[in-house]
């Protein structure tokens, strides 16, 4: 079937227009959506730098984010809750005898005493370490290991009181150094909590001809420690690029695009919605959920999903656009921010990428995460193959 066909099918119009304003126009082209990428990047990353829920940046990103959506769609409502803020104060230290080593506390840590903990080094469970007291061995701190470079900022269970920090991977023979030779180990972070902060996420609707939705989410914060350009800020952008290219039209199924806040705090903005949503009694209305999440990594999409024609459906794509790629598919479902939609009965789909993997990764939850380092081509090819999946899903039978 011709994508013109599958269109009408769909109830499509081939323009659209919306509050008087051509918002198609601002992607219909590869050149323009390479355009609106650079700008937006610039708008979100560099300009705004990193955005954890709860913070002025990540505030001043969802005020951008929303005009965005106005700019394209009907309807655009804000889910605020409150959840217990935190963020590091000043910088975190760690010396391993003499040498003083990069780390980031978790975010969600509790901090240390003011003049920190020190003891002496052991291997912990799993990867990581534990500082422990010299007398009698009562665990101080924990140490996680990067898994993909330098230290970055990770995320703290919430399980106990004791603090989180990370380290790079090229200082783990200098920590079991530390571990044979008994060397004197310190840590020291502060941290600040501030309860019932209150941030939103961002829901932007075209209403379709019948109650059914296609709910597409992509998280709005980063970490602390960075601008978050890849994770997941290109994603997000895609996501907003769908919105106007849809923009003014009538499909036969309603489609969303979601915005979620404190993603990296454990999901909570998409829980929320999905909570606000079943108070409202539309939860059900969702039938599938794509969670776009980090596609710059590299030209490969990661499909992860139980949905086997889901999946199909995107092999299908790749290989009748001519897709570049080598997409795979994980037997798995998603237990990020779809995970709440797919426990109400949604189809879902979470999507990842690969294949630029030494250039990428290493910049995960790290500050040199810059828009300067995302691959528009990445985005462009994502962004086709989602457009034609829209197609498919909205001629796919009720």
């Not at 323009?32 to 002025?56: H, I, N, V």
């Not at 009562?138 to 269970?157: M, Q």
């Not at 961002?202 to 597409?216: C, H, Q, V």
């Amino acid at each position: 079937m011709l994508r013109r066909e599958l269109l009408a099918l769909a109830g499509w119009p081939l323009l659209g227009r919306v509050n008087g304003e051509d918002s198609p126009v601002l992607v219909s082209t590869p050149s323009q959506r390479a355009d609106y990428l650079r700008t937006m990047l610039r708008r979100l990353s560099t300009q705004t730098g990193p955005r954890p829920s709860g913070s002025p940046g990540y505030d001043a990103g969802v005020r951008l984010i929303e005009g965005e959506m106005k700019r394209a769609l009907p309807s655009v409502v804000l889910d605020t809750f409150e959840f217990s803020g935190w963020k590091p104060v000043g910088e975190a230290e760690f010396r391993a005898g003499e040498q003083r080593l990069e780390t980031y506390i978790a975010e969600n840590s509790p901090g240390t005493p003011k003049d920190g903990v020190q003891g002496r080094l052991r291997a912990g469970k799993g990867a990581g370490y534990e500082i422990v007291e010299s007398e009698g061995g009562r665990v101080l701190a924990r140490i996680g290991i990067s898994e993909f470079g330098r230290a970055i900022s990770s995320l703290h269970s919430g399980t106990d009181q004791i603090p989180l920090f990370n380290i790079g991977k090229q200082d783990v023979a200098l920590l079991d150094r530390a571990v044979r030779e008994g060397l004197p180990v310190r840590a020291r972070a502060a941290v600040l909590w501030a309860p019932r902060t209150k941030t939103s996420s961002l829901a932007g609707t075209l209403p379709g001809a019948s109650k059914e939705e296609i709910l597409f989410v992509a998280h709005a914060d980063t970490k602390y420690n960075t601008p978050g350009a890849n994770d997941n800020t290109a994603s997000l952008i895609c996501l907003l690029m769908m919105a106007h290219a849809h923009s003014g039209k009538r499909p036969r199924r309603a489609m969303t695009f979601l915005a979620t806040a404190a993603e990296e705090r454990g999901y909570l903005g998409a829980k929320h919605y999905a909570q606000t949503r079943k108070e409202q009694g539309t939860l059900g209305d969702v039938k599938v959920c794509i969670n776009l999440d980090s596609l710059t990594y590299g030209p490969n999409l990661q499909i992860a999903t139980t949905d086997g024609e889901l999946a199909q459906m995107f092999l299908d794509i790749h290989r009748d656009l001519g897709v570049r790629s080598q997409p795979k598919v994980l037997q798995q479902n998603d237990t990020m921010d779809s995970a709440p939609f797919g426990a109400a009965g949604a189809r879902t789909v979470h999507l990842n990428s690969r294949g630029d993997d030494a250039r990428t990764l290493p910049l995960w939850h790290r500050p040199e995460d810059r828009a300067e380092t995302v691959r528009p081509d990445y985005i462009e090819s994502s962004f086709l193959v989602l457009m034609e999946l829209c197609a498919r899903l909205q001629a796919l039978p009720a």
